[in-house]
């Protein structure tokens, strides 16, 4: 088996084989996830250079004075970053969208993947000097399970049991067979806090992360300080680090032109062009899972009726939106939510383009269409000029969109899920299963479609437990296929997550999970 | 004297009130919005099981009149409660924002009021000369635009292109007080630009009232300068106008700024309003309002009080 292995790493080291290959093929030959990554680690060489040192300062365009600490409520990109800087979980997303392992040190699927075995690094501390071990793994767990507020409930609801088999083992049973229950595991909500008679304490702010939350004035200031007995040798470069919200786009431009700020999240992509003019600050972009939808509800006349959906489809022009709306930063979608980045991601599948005829042949089928689109700001930034858009197209076909603007205060409790199409955005997930039983399952609490396909939900279970490769591709392959062709939402475009930086930061590749390096910049990044 | 003490008694008394009555007005009014706290904290990721047992366990499920009633009964024993967000005693949250908005409030009172008072007097001497006219016309400028475009006129001038002072004012507790006066100069500029010109016009507007007074003719005629009339014989007699309108502008440095926090990200009490609002923390909304009620109708009275007591005919009624 080794000298498989080898001439598997040989054929990476000389390029001969891509990353995803790489991963794939050591899949073939059984082995799986965290085995894998580690490997995957020791090839990375992308860390060369990185020095310690300095006051890291970060503007960061959320933040309220309403967040809280308790994991089950982090629903804003401060409280992310917050987040993964005090806390970590059981693994975590790496730059090649890969799971890759961090509080776990291995896992093992048995018996169909229907039971995992998640064994724990040793040696690792919290902030307050308590050693991690399974206790703290099965409560920071169980915080989102059962009687609780956490978005993160409808997920572990595939979790029958959890038990500890020893101090540094966590035995998982699922309902079904779950080849991704690593990525489920390792959710942002479910930080690693350490228990207290089977509890934890949601808002202490205690982790085993990089730093040390030190100073805290929700919706205001962030400050904390390296933590001395971080686990992980080549992470975690900054002394303190300091995290503003700076809501208003400007005020945080000129935070970062100014030199107030190092980095900046949610660049104004109206101005990117010209803060990436100043000398000194650089303007990034990663791409990753995030999409822009117009969710149809698929069980309110008209958009019942598949033509009706399918000429919308068509009267759209996805080239001139991602244009106009993001600024050339993201890529055209194909009514689907699964995203370049994805590992199946359908490559293949023929991208639907703008085509007034065949949009007015399916409106002519349906026997017209004439219908609201509500959009507000809050649904995604641009939201409204999309629809505006969208319109002007589609009114070249023959079909008529009033575009209905909602209040932006209340959007998700009023608009979202109760209008008959609206607009929405998705930060995405890193597993075409996961996005799937979130958003396109029947009956999933966040189906926004309201769409029941008995096809691909049968799929859906199927894949989630396939453990050879070839043959998920073709199920998620189809799976993307039918909800293209007889879904109810509108895809039309993934957007890249922009950030701006001065030049004195330096980094890896970076993940595309989510913004800023997977919301790790802090622990990832270093200054040069 | 005792005269003083029943008005201000009064006074103090019909306050009360009026924040009762604004208490009702705010609470129902936010409950009249869409949506209540548990949906809007969870966003998105609210779904009926989430939301409805976040909302068992802030007490939400309870009818709208008897939270009320026992916010009534903490507020009387001096408890303002706790912020449904995030748990935290709302006296503590609101306590650093607080002061940090008064320290604004009261930097920018600094520099506006004796601005505007020595503005309005030269304008009064030097009526409709150039210089009353340049002083008129700026001013009215300054205040017909909006707060916002002030401040990032501002922020382009002396933080971007001459980069005199920082352009976002990071300010916490354990600063020195240098510091913090240096990081707050362009917001308090900013107010400073906003509410000058009221303050201005309404000294110069008083004093000119009363310049055809016969008691001004005398001391004219007495030969007395020009300057000596207005600061010894005009202005003590037009106080009344002038300190109401410089009690209103202080109301409105403290309760009206949320806009000047939000560009220049100075963690304040507006900001506090404004996202509390949005997410329906409805005991935090109502602390915040009793606290700017508070501040206005206490303005109002030392304003009255001051009326009184500078005119001789008021403070001793026959």
Request: charged share 20%.
């Amino acid at each position: 088996m080794d000298y498989k292995i080898n001439k598997i790493k040989e054929q990476l080291m000389s390029g001969s084989i891509t990353r995803r290959e790489f991963a794939q093929r050591l899949m073939v030959l059984g082995i799986a996830g965290s085995s894998a990554g580690t490997l995957l680690t020791w090839a990375d060489k992308a860390q060369a250079g990185a020095k310690r040192g300095g006051r890291l300062r970060a503007g960061i365009a959320h933040g309220s004075t309403t967040d809280s600490l308790d994991p089950g409520t982090y629903e804003n990109g401060f409280m992310s970053k917050i987040n993964y800087a005090i806390q970590n979980h059981l693994g975590e997303v790496d730059h090649t969208g890969s799971m890759s392992p961090e509080l776990a040190e291995s896992w093992d699927p048995q018996n169909g993947a229907k039971t995992w075995v998640f064994n724990l690094r040793k040696g690792v501390e919290f902030h307050n000097g308590k050693s991690l071990d399974s206790d703290d793994v099965i409560a920071s767990f169980q915080h989102h399970m059962g009687e609780t507020k956490s978005p993160a409930k409808s997920l572990l609801k595939q979790v029958s049991s959890i038990r500890k088999d020893g101090k540094y083992t966590v035995v998982f049973e699922l309902t079904g067979g779950n080849a991704d229950f690593p990525f489920v595991a390792s959710d942002y909500h479910i930080a690693i806090k350490p228990s207290k008679g089977g509890k934890i304490d949601p808002t202490d702010g205690i982790g085993t992360g990089p730093y040390v939350l030190n100073k805290l004035e929700m919706g205001v200031r962030f400050f904390g300080k390296r933590n001395p007995n971080y686990f992980k040798a080549d992470r975690g470069w900054f002394n303190e680090l300091e995290m503003l919200s700076i809501v208003d786009p400007t005020a945080r431009s000129n935070a970062l032109a100014t030199g107030e700020v190092d980095v900046i999240d949610r660049v104004d992509l109206k101005t990117a062009h010209l803060l990436a003019r100043k000398s000194g600050i650089k303007v990034e972009e990663t791409t990753g899972t995030k999409h822009y939808t117009f969710p149809m509800r698929t069980d309110t006349a008209p958009f019942d009726d598949n033509n009706v959906r399918l000429a919308l489809k068509h009267a759209v022009n996805r080239d001139e939106i991602v244009e106009k709306v993001l600024f050339g930063h993201g890529v055209v979608g194909n009514d689907h939510p699964i995203a370049p980045s994805n590992p199946f991601h359908a490559a293949s599948l023929e991208q639907r383009t703008y085509d007034p005829d065949k949009a007015r042949f399916y409106a002519k089928k349906a026997g017209g269409v004439k219908v609201k689109l509500s959009a507000a700001d809050a649904a995604f930034p641009g939201a409204v000029d999309a629809a505006v858009l969208y319109r002007e197209h589609a009114a070249a076909a023959g079909i008529d969109i009033e575009v209905v603007r909602e209040p932006s205060d209340g959007y998700w409790s009023n608009v979202w899920m109760k209008k008959p199409w609206g607009a929405c955005y998705w930060g995405g997930r890193p597993t075409e299963d996961w996005m799937f039983s979130t958003a396109y399952m029947g009956g999933a609490s966040w189906n926004d479609t309201f769409w029941k396909n008995d096809r691909f939900d049968k799929l859906l279970i199927e894949a989630r437990a396939e453990t050879n490769q070839n043959k998920r591709r073709e199920m998620y392959f189809e799976m993307q296929q039918i909800v293209r062709d007889k879904g109810g939402v509108v895809v039309p475009m993934f957007a890249n997550y922009v950030f701006g930086t001065t030049d004195k930061i330096a980094h890896g590749t970076m993940a595309g999970n989510w913004d800023m390096d997977g919301d790790k910049f802090h622990e990832r990044w270093w200054y040069s | 004297m005792i005269n003083i003490l029943k008005i201000v008694a009064q006074r103090i008394a019909l306050g009360l009130l009026t924040l009762f009555a604004i208490s009702l007005l705010i609470t129902f009014g936010v409950e009249l919005l869409p949506g209540d706290l548990a949906e809007s904290i969870l966003g998105q990721g609210a779904t009926p099981e989430t939301v409805k047992v976040f909302r068992t366990e802030l007490g939400l499920d309870k009818p709208a009149h008897l939270r009320y009633l026992s916010w009534l009964a903490g507020m009387a024993t001096g408890d303002m409660g706790v912020s449904l967000a995030n748990k935290r005693e709302i006296s503590e949250l609101i306590g650093l924002r607080l002061s940090n908005t008064i320290f604004l409030g009261s930097f920018a009172a600094t520099i506006a009021v004796p601005l505007a008072l020595f503005l309005g007097i030269l304008a009064a001497l030097y009526r409709n000369t150039l210089y009353d006219r340049a002083v008129n016309t700026f001013t009215l400028t300054s205040i017909s635009f909006p707060e916002f475009f002030v401040a990032y006129i501002l922020i382009l001038f002396f933080a971007i292109k001459l980069s005199w002072f920082p352009g976002i004012s990071n300010v916490s507790r354990d600063l020195p007080l240098g510091d913090k006066l240096y990081r707050t100069i362009l917001p308090a500029a900013t107010l400073t630009l906003v509410v000058v010109a009221h303050m201005m016009r309404m000294t110069r507007a008083a004093i000119i009232n009363l310049l055809s007074s016969p008691f001004i003719e005398m001391a004219r005629l007495k030969g007395i300068r020009p300057m000596k009339i207005i600061m010894r014989h005009a202005l003590p007699n037009a106080l009344a106008p002038i300190v109401n309108v410089i009690a209103l502008n202080l109301a409105y440095l403290v309760v009206g700024v949320v806009i000047v926090e939000v560009v220049f990200v100075y963690p304040g009490l507006g900001q506090l309003m404004v996202d509390s609002v949005s997410k329906r923390d409805i005991p935090v909304v109502q602390a915040c309002s009793m606290i700017f009620a508070t501040v206005y109708i206490l303005l109002n009275l030392s304003a009255d009080i001051i009326s009184i007591v500078t005119n001789p005919r008021l403070l001793h009624p026959r």
